[in-house]
């Protein structure tokens, strides 16, 4: 089209291919910015990560569902009108070929026959080939440059067995949906279970892969119907457990596999090989017992001294904070319980606390963490939000070594960074943290607004720089963090506590709360009782803020002690 306005002479066609170019410039720099706009926007957008932001993706499949659905209805407008074709055409024939020629004798019979094979049955097959998709298309196109990737679907998978391992969860309660405080209880398929299985299949993690592989066998035996066979998983299944160290069994399910599929090339390879393994196991068993058998006391003896030994180990950090997760924490002496109270709170007379004290709360007395109720009202908490959804991004942490933030596999959330002076309320929220705590703001960071996504959680952690990371605040300039505020935005249903592995304190989410603890001694020494973490939320959806404050500013606010550990 250019090309024939540019070589028209005129000068009207040279000023109307002006226009016509300059329009499709515009056009296609409209086009540009806007999937510059998307791209930017959703490009590696980590949904699993954030509760919050996938909730965007549930109005993106309404979306394509109402899509589908006006295409469905335009598909059976289309072939409601080709059966009523061909229902008037099947009654015409019949009749008309019971007494072809006297059908024919008649001439308008004949005149509409010709009619028919040479216009009409175009027309109808116009209507048969007629593409009613575009419109489903298009939408379906569009809307996939916002779907999640493999690494979103890896990412949820993920987080299923995290669950599964930190609340101690068969692979049958997470697949009836039986987990505590749901509202909207869904049963997983054979073909989820598979998925899941096959997912830790491809991480090598051979202990769930059994577990979903098994899951997914049970409900097939169970009648499931599914596009999964019982071959394909007891192949996944075998293999598992093979590499699991269990020979006896991984050849007993590859029989059973034989028995369905006896052709099964690989699984007729395995059998010969997991019956020469197993051969060669058991002789080397009968030749260990040999030598066993005359050290079989003092075996007994190490074992006890290897027990007693253990039992006086202390449990790794994993596992302390697992249970502290699942709310099996250390119970406080009733003496240490005696003094932990709750208090109206105006810190030593704020004049801006006096008529309005706020509510204290003692939870731990060391390292010492108090929680404030009603600190934080519905309204403030929902703008919050509001200003903080656009500008969620995948959590980062702080490099120990370099300082510079970065993403972790053990930080499952999102989150963004709101400045006082950008909105009213959360110059607010500054000033209160300010006025309860005493201690200076201007060296403080941004509040940071956090979203957990699928199993969110932030394995255990110190918010303050060690001695080993002198560099790890270095760029703000404002000294190691002191204390750590931080809002509870949301109830979450189950799951989601702040725990304390190394002094077994939970602290468990309550919205409209907050909790404030110091990192760092008056000396300035680190408090390594402090080292904490966020359980995965198993049901629900949790939001946090928090304010990190640093040492510079509050020189007079919290003066230094002498005492290292004071």
């Not at 008309?96 to 024919?104: H, I, V, Y």
């Not at 035996?221 to 599914?226: F, M």
């Not at 404030?372 to 919050?384: G, P």
């Not at 009213?424 to 703001?441: A, H, P, W, Y």
Request: aromatic share 10%; glycine share 6%.
């Amino acid at each position: 089209m250019l090309l024939e306005c540019f070589s028209a002479s005129s000068m009207r066609n040279v000023a109307a291919c002006v226009s016509l170019t300059g329009t499709l410039l515009q056009m296609a720099l409209s086009w540009f910015l806007l999937s510059f706009l998307f791209r930017s926007l959703y490009a590696n957008n980590d949904f699993f990560t954030s509760i919050g932001q996938m909730t965007d993706l549930l109005y993106t499949e309404k979306n394509l569902v109402k899509s589908l659905k006006e295409y469905i209805r335009q598909e059976e407008n289309r072939l409601e009108q080709v059966k009523e074709w061909a229902d008037k055409l099947d009654s015409l024939t019949n009749t008309a070929t019971q007494d072809p020629e006297g059908f024919l004798g008649h001439p308008v019979n004949a005149f509409k026959l010709m009619k028919r094979l040479n216009s009409e049955w175009a027309d109808l097959e116009s209507l048969v080939l007629k593409d009613t998709t575009n419109g489903f298309i298009s939408n379906l196109t569009v809307q996939r440059q916002f779907f999640p990737t493999d690494e979103d679907q890896t990412g949820a998978a993920k987080a299923l067995l995290r669950l599964q391992d930190t609340y101690k969860l068969s692979a049958n309660t997470i697949s009836n949906g039986d987990l505590p405080g749901v509202v909207h209880k869904s049963r997983m398929t054979v073909a989820d279970c598979y998925e899941l299985g096959k997912i830790a299949y491809s991480e090598a993690d051979y202990y769930h892969t059994e577990l979903w592989m098994a899951q997914a066998l049970t409900q097939l035996d169970e009648g499931e119907e599914s596009t999964i066979d019982k071959v394909t998983v007891l192949d996944y299944l075998s293999y598992a457990i093979y590499k699991q160290g269990e020979l006896e069994r991984a050849l007993e399910l590859t029989k059973s596999m034989l028995k369905l599929d006896p052709d099964h090339h690989r699984a007729n390879g395995n059998l010969k090989y997991f019956e020469f393994q197993l051969e060669k196991q058991r002789k080397a068993e009968a030749e260990k017992k040999e030598v066993e058998d005359k050290k079989i006391e003092k075996k007994v003896l190490d074992k006890r001294d290897t027990e007693r030994k253990r039992s006086k180990e202390p449990l790794p950090e994993r596992k302390k904070y697992e249970m502290l997760c699942r709310g099996e924490g250390v119970k406080l002496t009733p003496r240490r319980q005696s003094r932990l109270f709750c208090r109206y709170y105006d810190n030593n007379h704020n004049p801006l606390l006096l008529l309005a004290p706020v509510k204290q709360e003692d939870e731990w007395d060391r390292p010492r963490i108090v929680r404030y109720h009603d600190i934080i009202s519905d309204s403030e908490i929902e703008t919050v939000k509001e200003i903080a959804k656009p500008r969620l991004r995948r959590a980062t942490i702080s490099n120990p070594i370099t300082g510079v933030l970065e993403t972790a596999p053990y930080r499952i959330s999102k989150s963004a960074w709101l400045s006082g002076y950008e909105h009213s309320t959360i110059e607010r929220i500054n000033q209160r943290i300010e006025d309860v705590t005493g201690l200076e703001m201007d060296t403080a960071e941004e509040l940071q607004v956090a979203n957990y996504g699928v199993g969110g959680q932030y394995e255990p952690h110190f918010d303050f720089g060690r001695k080993d990371e002198p560099d790890a605040f270095k760029e703000l300039g404002t000294g190691n963090r002191i204390a750590t505020w931080l809002f509870y935005m949301s109830d979450v249903s189950a799951g989601g506590a702040t725990v304390f592995p190394d002094v077994g304190a939970a602290v468990w989410p309550k919205k409209g709360t907050a909790v404030f603890w110091y990192n760092l001694f008056a000396s300035g020494e680190g408090d390594y009782s402090t080292r904490h973490a966020a359980c995965p939320v198993l049901v629900g959806n949790k939001w946090v803020s928090n304010k990190w404050i640093h040492e510079r500013g509050q020189e007079f606010r919290r003066p230094c002690a002498v005492s290292e550990m004071e």
